[in-house]
Each structure stands twice: as C-alpha cells, then as structure tokens.
C-alpha cells in the first residue's frame, strides 16, 4: 500500500455506473516523513476519509476487492487511515 | 484512478479482434492543477469524451471490466469525464 | 495502452513451453510526436508487426487474454499497428 | 519482488476488514549493494521481520495470495527475510 | 518482458511456504544494447539460467503462470534466456 495525504475530490456526471455512489478523491502521495513526493492520483474511498487525513491506499485488482461483494470500477482506493506512524532509519 | 487531458485519437486497421469497435484515444496525464505530467498513454473510452476534455481512467483488469459483459483487451481505460475538481494544498 | 516503435528482436532457445512459437519483438516507447522514450520492452506480437512500424501494446493479463484461448505466458503484447495518429495540444 | 528494509510501522483503527489483525510495516527499497533507492511502501508481513531487517516483498495479486486461504486487501506483501545476498557485477 | 542481467544470488530460511524450493536471482535491467539501466529485482527462475548471462523476465499473474499447476507466490519470474538480439534504430 502507499501513503498520501487527501487534497481534494472530484466530481463526475458522466461515469461508468460502477463507480456511481461513490466518493473520489484526490490523493497526494507523501514520503512516511510526510513529505510530498509523485504525482497525485484518483482514489474511490472506503474509509470516510476527510481533507487533509494522511491514509493509504491499495492498488488494482485489491482496491476494487476492497468492495466485495460490491463491485467497483477502481484501481486505487483508500483502505486505512494513519493514526500513528513510527520510522526510524538507521 | 488516473487524472488526464484528452489531446488525439489514433485508428488502427489491423488490432485485436476484441478491440473492434472501439475508439482509441490519446491522453496526456495532468496535475490536479491541470498540468501536463508524464507520459501519453493510448485508452479506450467508455464516456464518449471529446478533444481537451479532462478525464479519468482506470488500468489493468479494471479497465476492461468497464465493459463487462463485453469482453475488450484494454489496459486503460476512461470512466468518468471530470465536472469539477476541488484541490486544497494545506 | 502504450505507443511504440519495433526496433528489434531476439531469439531464446530457453524459455517458458507457454512461449514456444511466439515472436519476440524489442519495442521503444514513443510518445505521440512519435520520439523516443522510455526503456525498451519485450512483447509478443498479435499483430504481424514489421521492423519500424509504430504500435500500441498492452499490458499484465490483457496483454495474455490477447491470444486466448491459447494460454501465453506474457505480460506485454502488440496488440494493434497504427495508421495514422492525430494529436492536438491545446 | 524487491529488495527492502524495514524502516517503520504504523497503526490504523479506521481500516478495511480485510486488514484486521495485520500488521502493516514501513518499507524502504533498497538495491543489492543494500542502499536506500526509491519511495517508501507500506506492506502486510507474512514472516514476522523486525525493524532493520532486509526483506523482499511480492505485490498485486501475488501479494494477497501469500495468505491464502486467508483474504487480506493487501498489494504488497513482505514474504521472505533475506540470510544473505551474493552480488557480482561483471 | 524485460531485458536483464543475471548478477546476484540471495538466501532465505524464512520464506513464504510457496517460495520453498525456489531459486532466487537478483536481476539487473539492461537496454537491448545491454546497458545496465534501473534498479535490480528478484526473480525466480524457469530456465535454470547462470550469472551473468541475459535473460528476460515476466511480471505479475503470469509470473506466478510460468509454474502452472504448482503454485508459487512471486511477481517476477525469468521465463527465457536470450541467444540473440537484433536492434536496429533507425
């Protein structure tokens, strides 16, 4: 999974109806020092993150599964929120 | 899932036979702030998106589950056509 | 899927059962103005793609469900040979 | 799979189902001569490494497998701790 | 596929139980003029291949394909050592 912090949503009229009902955000992935780093990406949401929240992600054929039975669209979705995070580099 | 611009088409007499009937669009990836970033990449297209239209898409066996039942060798596709996008950079 | 350009191909005597009959072609990525980019990569061609002709590939399972039923142990496949490319930046 | 090492942890309550009970590590590539390369991942633990410790870890689907017939919504997975490591470049 | 070299061997007692038996091979990227380029993964292998000698390898499912029906939980997999390789830019 990856880490990124919330920095906006989007909206669509015009979207696969896998994807109808379904919150997409903007997510900007962050260094575990939390630190911009890469370029942003479109996430749907399982978690009822809100701006700002640091959370990470799934990718591919697990960010639809995360949904299951339901099925989604997405190749990106928000699986976690950050509560804590602990590095230590040596 | 993926934010991006769409910038040309391309047509293709010989391809796969599960790609008959599709438009194949190029798209150039862009920032939340609608810049150019990245490499194009070649999508099939289920919203029937127009030139400069800023869209989103999806990869891998998401993409051709877009179309399910049908069955399309895609790796990318577009699912949704952005009506409005809100970033907040903290 | 992704444009590119053959520029090679390589013989193995050695490999996968699942690959015994498959061309083996070197592609260069290209972006749309048709230029170098990126490393090369190795496919399996659907298409009958010659040395110099420009193509879009696919990826991971959509690159092997190109030959189904046959069943191809790749992850990267020619799938289409470009006619003409149309391509507008605005 | 890739080379890394064990740089951190985190905690999250608010997480998919499918993550319950797993611990979720900080993991920084690294290359075979063992330096730090590339961004930091968060991954499910299948062999109880500690912090410090080079790991190699296996992602998308092959990530979820790893805990079969357990279903984890996980897309990257540490699956072996390294004993040692035999580098020659030519 | 990717093109790369063979320069490394690594060693692991605790492993995923789909890894036992295993050989795992630390691989080099090359470009077709067998350059190195971008950082080194670790494959297991189909072909029995030696250090140093070129090969190109497999990702994700069909990674874990090549081994169809024994399961084995890896991303990368070398599924061909190469004879010869023509390139021509033109």
């Known amino acids: 999974m990856y880490l990124g912090r919330i920095v ?8 696969n109806e896998n994807l109808t009902g ?11 020092e939390l ?8 996430c749907t949401d399982w978690t009822g993150a809100g701006a700002g929240e640091v959370v990470y992600w799934s990718r591919a054929r697990e960010a639809s599964y ?8 997405t ?8 509560d804590s995070l602990h590095v230590k580099r040596t």
Chains 1, 2, 3, 4, 5 share one sequence.
Not at 22 to 32: K, S
Not at 35 to 42: L, Y
Not at 75 to 82: F, K, M, P, Q, R
Request: glycine share 6%; charged share 25%; with cysteine.
């Open 35 to 42: 630190e911009d780093k890469g370029k942003c990406i479109v």
């Open 66 to 73: 995360a949904f299951f039975p339901e099925e989604v669209v």
């Open 8 to 15: 906006g949503r989007l909206w669509a009229t015009m979207k």
């Open 22 to 32: 379904q919150r997409l955000l903007v997510v900007q992935p962050v260094t575990p």
């Open 75 to 82: 190749d990106a979705t928000i699986v976690g929120i950050v």
